[in-house]
Every structure is written in C-alpha cells, then in structure tokens.
C-alpha cells in the first residue's frame, strides 16, 4: 500500500518554487507546523480553523501564518511531508536493491509501506479526500507524476526483464495497481467498513494472482483495518462539524 508513501513527496519544481518566495525563519515555520499537526489530530482536520492554530501559537497574526502557507491545505501537505521526509529515500533503496528481483521489489514496497510507523499519524491528520478536493487532486498528482513513474514503473520494468514478472504492459500494470491500492482501496478516499476493505484487498490479490503477485498479506490486512478505523475517526469527525 503506497498511498501514504505517495501523499508525502512533494515534486520538487513546487518546493523549489516555495522556496525562491518564502525565506522565513525555520524555527517559526517548524512551530506552525508542530502546532497544526497537534490540533489537526486531535479535532480533525476540517474541525481545525486557521484560528485555533493561531491561538495555539499564542496569538501569531493571521498575516504571518500566510507569510509561510497559503492556504490550511498546504499546511496539512507540509505537516504530512514532513511526518514522511525518510519515504522517498526508503523507497528508493528498495527499488536500487541488487539483491532482490523486480517482483520481490514490489512486494517489499508495499509490505514496508504498510508497516512504516509513520502511518498512523498520517492517517490521523488527513481528511476525507473525496471532501477536500484540493489534497485530492494534488494526492493524485504525486500518484500519477512522481510514485508510478520514479518508483512502481522501473520495478515492474526490471521484473519483466528477470523473468519474475511477465506482462507486455508494465506502465499500465504499474497504474493499474496504484490506482486499485492508492485510490480504491484507501479509507482516506472512500470511508469503508472492515468488510468492504477485507473484500476489496482479496479482489486485488485476485487479480493480480495470474502474474504470482501477492501484494497484501493477511497481516496486512491486519494493519489495513487498523488504519480504516483511524480514517473513519476522522471521517466521524468531520461529520459533525
């Protein structure tokens, strides 16, 4: 599962972009960030104001907030990049790794994804997509232009080429999974209960059963419930706004 993976890079032509404009002191950015995460976990995103994060750094203007973010969604991006800054690296190494095939590649990729301990706080501060469309569509971006193309594709090329995986279509493969795993199987996209995961999961292992692929295993479905509850805390809470 690499949606978590893929809300947490940032391409880097807009954080360049970010930086050539705001030259603000790191400390007062960190503290915005700390603070925002804090109330972003425990009364939801969408029940945080831009207020209440004001208030929690102690009276900061509202001005000097938008001096560092333009907006609360980019201050949720920069609060998830920055809980996920070691993912591109990690999944680089996996992908770089001479030691394993392109199959056991992308097996291990999900598997670490799953299990990275920073996922729970991802979860725990990102909103329902479906009702953010901004983060959705910048979640989608980094989905199509940075985690299938950088990672997933090259993986999938190099099985094809070992003899581990055998399809003629690995950029669809590589779209094809990332879409069913990062998008209709994520509690954060569509607020399902444990039985509409657990079906969903087994249907992907069934269609991916003919190329040996075996992406979710059952303790991985383990942790999958576990990360649907916290989602569909958040979704509880948004809900009573």
Known sequence: MLYILTVC???ISEMEADMSRNKYPEE???LILEVSAKLFIEKGYDKTSLQDIIDGLGGMTKGAIYHHFRSKEDILIAVVERMCEKNSDEMAQIRD??????KEKLEKMFADSLSNPRQEDVFS????????????????K?????VVPDYVVPIIQQAVQDGSIQTEYPQELADMIMFLTDVWMNPAVFPLSDEQLTNRILLINDLLKPLHIELISKEMIACMSDYRKIANRQNATERKK
Do not use: F, Q
């Not at 501060?125 to 979640?139: F, G, H, R």
């Open 9 to 11: 890079i940032r391409n």
């Open 28 to 30: 007062t950015h960190e």
């Open 97 to 102: 790794d001479p030691s394993l095939n392109g």
């Open 125 to 140: 501060v990102t909103p329902n997509l479906i009702e953010n469309p901004k983060l959705l569509s910048y979640y989608l």
């Open 142 to 146: 980094m989905v199509a232009y940075t």
